[in-house]
């Protein structure tokens, strides 16, 4: 069986006045029909930049996919026209954004930016769209939908504008959602609605869903596999719960040990990592994370570590397990 | 939507009174006697004193501005001290001219001033965006009396394209109904006559159109430019919008706000008489008239003329206020 969605290789770069940023840098990974990948990683390690590569949005200049392949339902997304683009994007693969406030034109009514999907994807008259729209809005739960369709963007909060983005994500039925950090703008309690939404709508429409983001709280209660990234490379893979019962990459682990526990008996300080990402444009030789890694030795700061699967399914970019 | 109208045209009384303030006593702090401008240097004192007490101009100042207010509540500016004319009169007849070219110009200005900022911004950094800032740069700093005369040298006299000067030529009549000739041409089917009106006013539209133009384009590009950075772009663009949909109907709406309050502001300019223009090509408009009215220190006209061109620049400013609130949702109209 195809995989949904494949990538491979994917270099996606920026070319900028002070030099090359690799933004993204042979990133593979791969997502079946119907499940839920998490890409996690700091700001900057990539994870949007690999999402518009997907949708092919980069903006360019400055930015260039140089390498790598796109497979979706076994097409190569790189290869074909623009016009063959947007007849896939919003259609079957629809992003949602991290800034609900902003993410939503403010000058058109939330009705009429669903109903343009549907008029434009699925042939739709505007009565028909309209009733659609309202439709989708209801199963996003938004309460009395026939009025909330004349609403404008600031007439609503940024929980039920991030319903509208999943309603209109939704629209043509997709097969494949990419999410980019959905709920890092929302607050806690909404946080957890709108995950439970994307959770349910995923079950109920068979959507697969590329989930952005850095809280690893997240990222166990929503995926199946997960990815982390660090500037600009996949540094483990792993399914799910391999990863967040035994995680290898020091990178990893350092980010489970910064989460506060509730269960912990003893007041200990929170773990952070030492350091900060490097810039894209002056990263360190050898393994990318070599200057903030507890464990770093000579050939870290000599060579960078190929990916390799020390166990089924689970693979690694690190000296460590060589 | 209809109250917010109403409460916008209301607040246009105490702006029309102020004005009225200001203009009334602005003018009489300028040094001259119009009694002696009338009857020139050498009238008797007599004489002098009985101009002054026929025009009331020997009443105190707060009087004098009373009977101003009176007459102007019941639409009557009073009479012209050089002309003894009604001064609406004149107003009237010279008023539509300055609209009529004034709305040309505009027309040239806003169609091409934003076309080009629109283009220049979705192609920035491009030959077009660089060639059509050059221009629009050109085109603020030109003086107009010098561009106007080039284009008369060019297509008047070495082409013979376009009539050299006035509104209409001689030989056409038309029948007057709102005082713009092409609008009363086309009302009375008179083809001849809008032909003729229309060759006449394309190179003075032309030339009063460069400023506002170029500030135009320019607010358009830097507008447009700030709009297609935002997310909702972005949005739309993952929406699977053709590139069309998204400048012209997604980013242009939005960027369109502050076009607007400048396209507002410089048509309210242009309606105050564009004196420069109005001479090189004889446009018989009221920028000219009133001009005129100052030397002679025709206190009357004066007095009515500014009343007139800044209530119509207030008026502007009202429409660009509703047309915003049209535009722009966020802003509460309740």
């Known amino acids: 069986m195809t995989k949904l969605l494949e990538v491979q290789n994917l270099k996606t770069y920026f070319f900028t006045d002070r030099g090359v940023a690799t933004a993204v840098d042979d990133v593979s990974f791969s997502l079946d029909a119907g499940k839920t990948l998490c890409i996690v990683g700091e700001s900057g390690c990539g994870k949007s930049v690999t999402a518009l590569s997907i949708m092919r949005l980069i903006p360019e200049p400055p930015g260039r996919i140089v390498g790598g392949r796109i497979f979706f339902e076994g097409t190569d997304l790189l290869t074909l026209s623009e016009n063959r683009m947007r007849s896939i994007r919003g259609n079957k693969i629809s992003m949602i954004f991290q800034e609900p406030m902003t993410s939503l034109n403010p000058v058109f009514r939330v009705g009429d930016q669903i109903a343009e999907v549907l008029e434009l994807h699925e042939n739709m008259k505007g009565p028909e769209a309209m009733d659609r729209a309202v439709e989708l809005l209801r199963m996003v739960g938004i309460p009395s939908p026939e009025s909330r369709i004349k609403d404008y963007p600031h007439q609503m909060s940024g929980g039920m504008r991030q319903r509208v983005m999943i309603a209109m994500a939704l629209a043509c039925n997709p097969k494949l959602i990419i999410a980019d950090e959905p709920t890092t703008a929302l607050d806690v309690t909404i946080q957890a609605q709108i995950l439970e939404l994307m959770d349910e709508l995923s079950r109920t429409t068979g959507t697969a869903i590329l989930l952005i983001t850095h809280d690893l709280g997240v990222v166990a209660e929503t995926a199946q596999h997960v990815v982390v990234m660090y500037a600009g490379r996949v540094v483990e893979e792993a399914p799910v719960k391999q990863l967040f019962h035994d995680p290898l990459h020091p990178y990893t682990r350092g980010l489970m040990r910064s989460i506060p526990s509730m269960s912990d008996d003893q007041r200990r300080r929170l773990e952070a990592i030492p350091g900060v990402v490097p810039s894209l444009l002056a990263l360190p030789v050898g393994c990318k994370f070599n200057d903030r890694c507890r464990h770093a030795f000579d050939r870290c700061r000599a060579e960078e570590p190929p990916l390799t699967a020390p166990k089924d399914g689970h693979s690694v970019r690190c000296w460590l397990f060589h | ?334």
């Not at chain 2, 080039?150 to 029948?175: C, K």
């Not at chain 2, 001849?192 to 500030?215: E, G, N, Y």
């Not at chain 2, 972005?234 to 607007?260: C, E």
């Open chain 2, 1 to 334: 939507m209809l109250s917010f109208i109403l409460r916008r045209t209301l607040a246009l009384i105490p702006t029309v009174f102020g004005i009225s303030v200001l203009v009334f006593f602005m003018i009489h702090l300028v040094p001259g006697d119009p009694a002696e401008m009338m009857l020139g240097e050498r009238a008797s004192e007599q004489a002098l004193k009985e101009v002054r007490e026929q025009l009331g101009l020997d009443k105190p100042l707060y009087v004098q501005y009373g009977r101003f207010l009176a007459r102007l509540a019941k639409g009557d500016l009073g009479r012209a001290l050089r002309t003894n004319e009604k001064i609406t009169t004149e107003i009237a007849d010279r008023f539509p001219a300055t609209v009529e070219l004034s709305i040309a110009a505009m027309i040239f200005a806003v169609t091409l001033g934003m076309l080009a900022g629109i283009l220049s911004a979705t192609r920035q950094y491009s030959v077009f965006d660089y060639s059509s800032m050059i221009f629009s740069l050109v085109g603020v700093s030109m003086p107009i009396f010098w561009l106007g005369l080039i284009l008369m040298i060019i297509f008047s006299v070495h082409l013979g394209w376009l009539p050299l000067s006035g509104r209409l030529s001689y030989h056409i009549h038309i029948e007057s109904i709102t005082g713009l000739y092409i609008l009363d041409s086309l009302l009375t089917l008179n083809w001849p006559a809008l032909k003729d009106a229309v060759w006449h006013i394309i190179m003075p539209a032309f030339t009063l159109s460069t400023i506002p133009m170029a500030i135009i384009a320019r607010i358009t590009r830097s507008s447009m430019l700030e709009v297609l950075r935002q997310d909702y772009i972005r949005t739309a663009k993952a929406k699977g919008l053709a590139p069309r949909v998204v400048h012209y109907k997604h980013a242009l709406k939005n960027a369109l706000i502050p076009v607007i309050t400048v396209i507002g502001l410089q048509f309210g300019i242009l309606l105050g008489g564009a004196i420069l223009t109005e001479t090189i090509f004889a446009w018989p408009g009221i920028g000219l008239w009133l001009l005129n009215a100052v030397y002679a220190r025709d206190f009357n006209a004066v007095q009515g003329g500014t009343m007139l061109i800044a209530t119509t620049f207030v008026t502007i400013n009202m429409l660009v206020d509703i047309l915003y609130a049209w535009i722009n949702p966020r802003i509460k109209v309740s």
